[in-house]
Structures are given as structure tokens and as C-alpha cells.
């Protein structure tokens, strides 16, 4: 059974940061697309930086010039850097594992989620 399993998440004060982590087993990550995605209370997931098997990344506009996503295909692993954090940022965080096989399957894969508030 494919697992995403998240960490880092928290409680930090505006303008802090955290390093959210995400470490996959039984599938070789390095041949997905991973991504973190976040839910607020009543709001729909969405995205929030993704990267791909080539190391490509995207960003949401909302978090551009203060988040950072890397991978480590050596430890399956997917990482987001969150810095400068603001109330808005606080949601569940999710962790997604994405690849195409063929024009019409694909694998779709998402961890449990973490808590992220950022609040005083």
C-alpha cells in the first residue's frame, strides 16, 4: 500500500517559518510529480507548489518569494520551506505524488495532511 506520510507541521507566530516534510514508501518517487496542496476550514484544496519528476517547479502566487519546494529522490522525500508566514497560510497541508501512464491512467496519491496555524 502506497503511503505519503507528512510532518513539520505546527503552530508558529506571523513571520515565522516551518519545514514541512513528506516521505513516500512503495512507490519510487523520483518518476512523480509531487506537490503540496492546503485546505482551510470551508475552502476548497488547492495548490500550493508542486515539482516535477525533472525538478521543474510552480508556485502559487500567493506564496511566491516566500515558500520553497525541493525533493530528495534518494529518501523518497519532498520537503516545503515556508518562511515570512502569514494568518492567511494557516490550513491542512497535503502532500500529492502524481504520474501519468498512459493519456487516460494515471496515479494519484495524497498523504494524511499536517496542521499548519499561524497565529499569536
Known amino acids: 500500500q502506497v503511503q505519503l506520510v507528512e510532518s513539520g507541521g505546527g503552530l508558529v507566530q506571523p513571520g515565522g517559518s516551518l519545514r514541512l516534510s513528506c516521505v513516500a514508501s512503495r512507490i519510487t518517487s523520483s518518476l512523480y510529480d509531487m506537490g503540496w496542496y492546503r485546505q482551510a476550514p470551508g475552502k476548497q484544496r488547492d495548490m500550493v507548489a508542486r515539482i516535477t519528476s525533472a525538478g521543474s517547479t510552480a508556485y502559487a502566487d500567493s506564496v511566491k518569494d516566500r515558500f520553497i519546494i525541493s525533493r530528495d529522490n534518494s529518501k523518497n522525500a519532498v520537503y516545503l520551506q515556508m518562511n515570512s508566514l502569514k494568518p492567511e497560510d494557516t490550513a491542512v497541508y497535503f502532500c500529492?505524488?502524481?504520474?501519468?501512464?498512459?493519456?487516460?491512467?494515471?496515479?494519484?496519491?495524497w498523504g494524511q495532511g499536517t496542521q499548519v496555524t499561524v497565529s499569536t
Open positions: 500529492n505524488a502524481f504520474r501519468s501512464i498512459t493519456q487516460i491512467t494515471s496515479r494519484d496519491y
